[in-house]
């Protein structure tokens, strides 16, 4: 059995709108179970309206939240009762527990994340977004946690990708290294020394990408320094965007409302596809037990799917697959 | 009058199935002269098919070729009969000469031009590309000619930005820095430390832009060190061309051949939009001239809209704008 520790506060919505996607993960999963981590008397009346195995929850009573307001570098000890700090000194202690999700403040979530549940060893951790190319899922890593970085740190960034991915079943994850050309002689020099380190890791590492590959599922994990990565993620945010309002003002110019329709429809079909929150959220890699951060406009049907998705890589055994790569 | 210089050798496709774009534009603009490099024998005979006012071309037959097999740093001294070397003498010798546009060797066309023209002072030349936002054109420089660039470079790049919009005749082009938050502590320190410098630089600096609303319009100029503006247009670019192939699936699966059919016109109406190739191509900035390098696969209308381009920077004193920001 594998519980997931489920942080219900500091998101946009409260806690009772967004409780049935913990439900609907544990229906799907008999050996999952999930700790709620909110004001009961918030979640209570939801949870008593909903149809689940009353074993597979475990309810954890908190009074204080950590919103945008506090000062992340504070907040774990100033709020100690909060869902934050409750639901990851949980994860940190009970054997069963395999992973941590919330929709509550970034900065809250990775400071107190790297505090309480403590790095691996000594990597400098980093955040980990997982996409949909042409071909299906790959991750970036880092997308943003860390910038200036040593060319060490971004093979820590793929080392760390690929324990994901094995977690999630891709046997001998292909990595690819983020760089603006595709020769090994292309880009900053900590890229390039990266590029070296990669060659020799004992990775599966097929050389470099450039931003105009990156969604063609050349690989499995591209590597990059937190400024390339975030840039990356939210230029295809903003270009998918850009298109999708294209779609859209063709719609509303065009004189037929048959072609309007199949215009509107394709965009709403589209939209989640490229939109990095919807999917998995981002990932914290190289703290000791899977934290997954969604957005703060998460809804219900984000906790499920960052549940999911924390279960699977619990289940993968990411951490110890991490640990290994990361010391070898 | 002014004369724009056309290098119509070194692309993919032989200069006669290029030469019409040059027709083209001279036939718009009556005090436009295109100065056309190429070897003689292969123009000719498509010039004689074409309408148009003699005294509005020059013809400079050039009996060599540069190629992306030649080395780009020795091809300007081992090829002085070619298109590109003969071409950017009279760039540089001919005072009416406004201009200089090529579809040849990237690495020969920015080495040979910096080499022939020369640099405007001691500036680090970049490479500027012009995109289509929601509302307009936009630039973006670097986009890939410098990497682990120095603040002060940056801020050169944004001048020599705002130099070209201006030309375009953009009063007081809005500049943005290109990093990973919108807060001026986010980013590389390089970048943090060109924020503070272009705070008090006197441009109409309105602080960072993330990859997510590069699109969206909120600037003329996005200063970015070659590495990040480089990420930036590729994945605009990838992103872009994963959703027209997301279109075109869903054309081919739809069973409506109407709805099939609104989606393959969609594709190609917007196609361009998000290619920054056939928008200008990118131009070499910080050199004597205005320099725009197309992609090698450029055709007839690619030529067209460089020659087009480089008018409007020569008729809008470009060069003279830089300079002067450059040197305040």
Redesign the interface.
């Known amino acids: 059995m594998i519980k997931i520790v489920v942080d219900l506060m500091g998101a946009d919505k409260p806690a009772n709108e967004l409780v049935s996607g913990a439900i609907k993960a544990i229906n799907e999963n008999k050996d999952l179970t999930v700790v709620l981590c909110a004001k009961e008397e918030v979640i209570l009346p939801v949870l008593d309206t909903l149809t689940y195995n009353k074993e597979q929850v475990e309810i954890v009573n908190c009074t204080e939240e950590i919103t945008n307001n506090d000062i992340p570098t504070k907040a774990f000890r100033k709020k100690p009762d909060s869902s934050l700090v409750k639901g990851l000194n949980i994860c940190k202690n009970d054997p069963l527990a395999g992973g941590f999700v919330s929709c509550g403040s970034t900065g809250a979530v990775l400071v107190s994340s790297m505090f309480i549940l403590g790095r691996i060893g000594e990597v400098r951790p980093c955040l980990a977004c997982l996409l949909l ?2 071909d299906g899922e790959f991750l970036i890593s880092d997308c ?1 946690a860390n ?2 970085c040593k060319p060490e740190q971004i093979v820590d960034f793929a080392k760390m990708g690929v324990a994901y991915m094995k977690a999630k079943g891709i046997e001998n994850p292909r990595v690819r290294l ?4 595709a020769e090994e002689k292309k ?3 900590a ?1 390039k020394e990266a590029h070296q380190m990669l060659k020799a890791s004992g990775l599966n590492f097929l050389g470099n990408v ?7 599922s050349t690989c499995d994990v591209v590597a990059a320094d ?3 990565g ?14 999708f ?3 859209l003002a ?1 719609a509303k110019a065009s004189t037929s409302e ?2 309007a329709l ?2 509107k429809k ?1 965009v709403k ?2 939209m989640a ?2 939109d990095y929150n919807t999917l998995g959220g981002a990932n914290l890699l190289g703290v000791t037990k899977p934290v997954i951060k969604g957005h703060g406009a998460g809804e219900a049907e984000t906790f499920y799917n960052m549940i999911k998705e924390a279960y699977a890589l619990a289940k993968g055994n990411m951490i110890g697959i991490m640990e290994k790569l990361l010391t070898e």
Do not use: C, H, R, W
């Open positions: 190319g042409n943003g910038v200036d983020l760089s603006n050309g880009g900053p020099d890229i450039e931003g105009k590959d990156i969604l063609a937190g400024f390339g975030n840039t990356v993620i939210k230029t295809i945010e903003g270009t998918a965007k850009a298109l309002m294209d779609l063709k048959a072609e199949v215009l394709t079909e589209l596809k490229y």
